[in-house]
């Protein structure tokens, strides 16, 4: 595969309804935030005007019932429920006034400029929201090969769940093309990184390769190594770039590397 190429795609079903419900929001903050930044309308103002009045003229009259209640109850004319019932009526009324009336005020005069930046805040809020669903939708969902290489295994099938940290793809990468040799404690003085090395197969041609790094830690010879000599021993890693245009050396193919005039498996 080519690096940059497209292995797979996630299911963006649900993101995209969540995208709608997003940009839906996003419409309504901005109306919300035009009106606030732009003030109100004439007929909202008269709107808010006429309310306010009316709930004037309706405390009003509640103040006139409360006080003929009164009368009628000092006369013995009338039960104390009724009169109860008239203050009630008449603190109802009352606070429905401030209220309206703080209104008015509030609609004549527009929005506080604090009141107008929480708008403008809560809109690129809701901006940000629909971008990060955008990126999640378009690129976030796409499985993109991030190198040239072999793939060695899918670890997945259409329909699966899979996460961020799970495996889709085990990936061999071929350029640069790297070869592993062990070398024993006796042979680590003949290997230097930067120093030339020749790969030795079975059915082909030597192919040069450079030394890239060699460990610094001693570890037991692994199984899957063949070394000249089987045995248990602390051997050290060698990585070796390998100069391969016609991809002649594959994936776990046995190999002698030559250092000088000494050799490892």
């Known amino acids: 595969m080519e690096k940059g190429e497209l292995l797979g795609e996630l299911d963006t079903e649900l993101l995209g309804i969540q995208k709608e419900r997003a940009e839906a929001e996003l419409r309504y903050l901005e109306a919300q935030y035009r009106l606030s930044r732009d003030g109100f309308r004439k007929e909202d103002i008269e709107k808010a005007e006429a309310n306010a009045d009316a709930a004037l003229k309706s405390l009003t009259l509640a103040q006139i019932e409360e006080k003929r209640e009164k009368a009628l109850y000092a006369l013995k004319a009338s039960s104390k429920e009724k009169l109860d019932q008239a203050e009630w009526t008449r603190k109802s009324l009352e606070a429905q006034h401030a209220s309206a009336a703080a209104e008015a005020r509030r609609v004549a005069s527009g929005n506080r400029p ?28 796409r499985i993109i090969s991030p190198v040239e290489g072999i793939v060695r295994s899918r670890l997945a099938e259409p329909g699966d769940m899979t996460s961020s940290s799970r495996t889709v793809y085990e990936i061999s990468i071929i350029s640069p093309k790297w070869v592993r040799a062990y070398v024993t404690e006796a042979q680590l003085g003949m290997v230097r990184p930067g120093g030339k090395a020749t790969v030795i197969t079975d059915t082909m041609p030597p192919i040069e390769a450079k030394v890239g790094s060699v460990s610094s830690q001693a570890e037991f010879t692994p199984k899957t190594v ?13 990585r070796l770039i ?10 776990g193919q046995p190999a002698t590397v ?8």
Not at 114 to 141: H, P
Not at 226 to 238: F, G, M, N, P, S
Request: without cysteine.
């Open 242 to 251: 390998v100069d391969d245009p016609e991809n002649i050396l594959k994936l």
């Open 258 to 265: 030559e250092f000088a005039s000494e050799a490892s498996k």
């Open 114 to 141: 604090d009141e107008i930046q929480a708008a403008s805040a809560q809109v690129d809020s809701s901006k940000t929201n629909v971008d990060e669903l955008l990126y999640r939708i378009e690129k976030a969902s």
């Open 226 to 238: 063949q070394t000249a000599e089987l045995r248990t021993a602390l051997v050290y890693e060698v």
